[in-house]
């Protein structure tokens, strides 16, 4: 069953700005769904509806969580500025009758041991958003929502944030977090939905987008002994459609870039025999490969002018 459910969702803010249209799409327990676009896609409009800290437009978001609660920490630095870190993190957790002891081993886990006592005004950028996380992460939650938690963390930290929040899927949580880390998103996350100008365009387990979206695989393979020179021609007369060959001008080695799907097997098995491999790689595109061939170009094609010059 799902936990939950994001049905026909739209915002227009009072400026006018659609930043939502017609979202719908439902989240099981147990997933690390990423929420990924281009500045401006909708992403924290989406999540902040869902935190119930914003209202939509039209359209309904259902957490079925049973007295679970929901969790969030927000893009924008929400803290409260007099406070201590400690005292920053203790007060979400006396407001949600979370046991203090979650305090201290939140404390540890976000490494703001040594800063708890300071005042949230006198700690550094990245700090400040661990202790947002950390107001996030100390009660127990049926869901969580983070809006781009890693951004500003050292790459130690992001890490250890993503990782523990897989963890808190395993464990039974929705876990709903935006970010342009897309690398980190493919390490961390079971799947992905994709704004873009508002609209959603893909709600996709990691790797089907990845390999819908066109990845492709390059297998580079470096032979014991060059090629015979009547080679390139057979190997190019035996090509599968949809794969790209290049052969070394020295007739050593060989590339074959093949659709992602196609896996390794196909690769060896179109090899002749007769050549022996001494070297082979393969090289998937990631995530972030087919994102930024694909969905980053958001500049419409320039409309062709034509210029008539006068003789
Ligand atoms: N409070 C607001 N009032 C009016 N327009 C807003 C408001 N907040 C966001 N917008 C607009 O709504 C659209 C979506 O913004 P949103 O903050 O959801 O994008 P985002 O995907 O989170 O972007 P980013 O990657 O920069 O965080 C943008 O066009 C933005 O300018
Ligand atoms: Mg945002």
Do not use: C
Request: glycine share 6%; net charge neutral.
């Amino acid at each position: 069953m799902p936990s939950l459910t994001v049905d026909h969702v739209t915002k227009r803010y009072r400026t006018g700005t659609e930043a939502l249209l017609d979202v719908s799409f439902t989240v099981e327990p147990g997933t690390v769904l990423a929420v990924v676009g281009h500045n401006g896609a909708g992403k924290s409009t989406l999540l902040n509806i869902v935190s119930g800290l914003i209202r939509p437009t039209s359209g309904t978001v259902t957490a079925d969580v049973g007295r679970g609660r929901v969790m969030w920490a927000p893009q924008r630095t929400m803290v409260d500025w007099s406070l201590t870190v400690r005292q920053n993190i203790e007060l979400v957790a006396r407001l949600t009758g979370t046991p203090v002891a979650a305090v201290d081993r939140v404390l540890e886990l976000l490494d703001l041991d040594k800063v708890r006592s300071r005042q949230a005004e006198y700690i550094s950028g990245g700090q400040l958003q661990r202790v947002q996380i950390a107001r996030a992460l100390v009660a127990d939650a049926a869901v969580y929502v983070l809006d781009e938690p890693t951004a500003g963390l050292d790459p130690a930290a992001g890490e250890l944030v993503m990782e523990h929040l897989r963890g808190r899927a395993a464990a039974g949580s929705t876990v709903l977090v935006s970010s342009h880390d897309l690398d980190a998103v493919e390490r961390t996350a079971s799947g992905l939905v994709l704004l873009d100008e508002g609209r959603l365009r893909a709600h996709l387990p990691v790797a089907e987008f990845v390999r819908r979206a066109g990845a492709t695989m390059k297998v580079s393979v470096v032979f014991a002994e060059p090629m015979p020179d009547t080679m390139p021609d057979r190997l190019a007369r035996t090509l599968p459609a949809e794969w790209t060959l290049t052969t070394a001008p020295d007739r050593a080695g060989l590339a074959v870039q093949v659709p992602l799907a196609t896996g390794l097997r196909p690769v060896l098995a179109w090899l002749p025999p007769e050549l022996r491999v001494q070297d082979l790689s393969a090289e998937k595109q990631s995530l972030r490969d087919v994102y930024l061939a694909r969905y980053a170009d958001r500049t419409p094609a320039p409309e062709t002018e034509t210029v008539t010059v006068q003789q």
